[in-house]
């Protein structure tokens, strides 16, 4: 019923920027109604983590990520952004977004209906 295609991952030296980018195509015969929209990754030998999360208001970040990452999405055209500043070793991951039809704050991420095949972020 929804696609997501995810771009924009690459390699990075430490302190540089990237954007990422998730398109969520939505097929006309379900019209499902995307609310929550989220970025997620999972480092080498670590667990699936949540970066940052957006409905119809503000972002909500990981606590390792604020101040450095920013989230939008573009509501129309049903794209989600992540710029990512200050990229550290540490955020090396495959990241991935994810879409609900219900709001951020009711969905666990475990939860979430559509993931994308992710996009991998090397910060050297």
């Known amino acids: 019923d929804v696609q997501l295609v995810e771009s924009g991952g690459g390699s990075v030296q430490a302190g540089g920027s990237l954007t990422l980018s998730c398109t969520a195509s939505?097929?006309?015969?379900?019209?499902?109604?995307?609310?929550?929209m989220a970025w997620f990754r999972q480092g080498p030998g670590k667990d699936r983590e949540g970066v940052a999360s957006?409905?119809?208001?503000?972002?909500t970040y990981a606590d390792s990520v604020k101040g450095r990452f920013t989230i939008s999405r573009d509501n129309v055209e049903n794209i989600m952004y992540l710029q990512m500043n200050s990229l550290k070793p540490e955020d090396t991951a495959m990241y991935y977004c994810?879409?609900?039809?219900?709001?951020?704050?009711?969905?666990?991420?475990?939860?979430?209906?559509?993931w994308g095949q992710g996009t991998q972020v090397t910060v050297s």
């Open positions: 957006i409905d119809s208001g503000d972002g």
């Open positions: 994810a879409v609900d039809g219900r709001p951020c704050a009711l969905v666990k991420w475990r939860n979430f209906s559509y």
């Open positions: 939505v097929h006309a015969y379900s019209n499902y109604p995307v609310q929550c």
